[in-house]
């Protein structure tokens, strides 16, 4: 890294030549880094250089800096005739800190004057004036110093100095003290609203300060002026940016918004460093990261929705049919047939005498028992019962026989089964196998 100690032809935290463009938020944290150290910042040519890839106008090429002197001299406000004597503490208003600080060389911004106020509030010093900002600021400091050297008494009242408002006059009145915050909140309201904004005089009388030093200045600035330098030439609008570099400081902006240095990488140290804060460069790469999220964010809407409709529509069960048909007698030999076991859980038992149909299911506790054609019986296979080939029971658990279905005979000839119709033989009562629909003669 180059030496921060230089003033042009630096690096700062920039990487050495040969580099990749850089993005708009790695410069604008080297111009934030810059403005924290009083480097001077990188300028429009080195900032487009820096994003097109290409070397800065005093880069050598092979990564070194420049040496210093073939950096452009800063261009001078006063002519080169005028002598120009640094400010020593006392000589025109300034305290022997700020004399240091303007002796050191290093410009401030308005960011940090900012900070310094805040400071100095917090510890109870004296508040920078008019001629010790615009010192700090770099900025000509004769109608500040000529103002400063004009003795003024103090009015009696803050009330009747200066061009205050009902309002502030109302607010001055009764007797409550406003803070600096209070104060820039308000000027930002006024700001929101559309109002004009508090001068220095409404300022400093609610604050509780005298206000005759804020409001002399104005009307003593002209005289001042010419009697300070009557031969110095200056440019135009010199005076206006003198006058106007406390008052920026104090009653608006961003100085009085935000207090401090941004923090590196915001939209604010991309605004302090003079570059716009876009945002990420639309590049191919993040456009398709945009459609990927959005994607996953419609199908997750769309997932929901589904799931939302499909709550509102019935829960059907669907169950065989209770009658069906199982064909002819005389398709049927003697004996058990299990052929409709898994199908609709019955068995065919033919006798020579009759044909009825079991209902498989167990009357302990409803499980499906087995055909074991060897041993010529119905077996549990849940807790052991037992039944005969025509479904009574003779060993287990089985409290009585299994139930038989409904059958008939279709008009086509066929056996119609109905399940839904069960005749029993509850124990201890008379069987039903015997009644209608029961059986079929063979």
Partial sequence: MADESAKGGILGHLPPWPRNALNNSVIAMEQAYRQRKGL??????????LKAGQPMSWESGDGGSAPVAAAPAPPVAAPATTPTAT?????????????KWVAEG??????????????????GLPALNDVEIAALLGEPIESAAATAAVPVAAPPSPIASGPISADVAKWVAEGKKWSKSTIAAEQARRGRKGL??????????????????????????????????????RPAGAKAATASAAASVSRSGESTTYVGTPAVGTSRAAKAGGVAAIGPEDSEVNQQRRRLAWSAVAAFLVAWFLAFFRFFLPRTLFEPATSFK?????????????????????????????????????????????????ENKFKCPCHGSGYDSEGINFEGPAPRPMDRARV???????????????????????????????????
């Fill in 326 to 374: 199982i064909g002819y007698p005389e398709e049927y030999g003697l004996g058990v047939d299990t052929k409709f076991q898994q199908k609709y859980r019955i068995w065919v038992d033919r006798t020579p005498d009759r044909i009825f149909v079991i209902y498989a299911r167990c009357t302990h506790l409803g499980c499906t028992p087995d055909w074991k054609p060897s």
């Fill in 196 to 233: 004009p904004t508090l001068n220095d005089a409404e300022i400093a009388a609610l604050l509780g300060e005298p206000v005759a030093a804020a409001a002399t200045p104005a009307a003593s600035a002209p005289a001042a002026t010419a009697a300070s330098v009557p031969a110095a030439p």
């Fill in 408 to 442: 008939e005979v279709a008009p086509d000839g066929q056996i119609l089964v109905d399940v839904s119709k069960l005749y029993q033989w509850p124990k201890g009562q008379p069987t039903q196998f015997n009644d209608d629909g029961a059986f079929l003669r063979a």
């Fill in 87 to 99: 400010p020593t503490a006392g000589s025109v208003g300034l305290s022997e800190d700020v004399a």
């Fill in 106 to 123: 290093r410009k401030w911004s308005k960011s940090t004057i900012a900070a310094e106020q805040a400071r100095r509030g917090r510890k």
């Fill in 40 to 49: 001077s910042l990188l300028s429009d040519a080195d900032i487009e250089a």
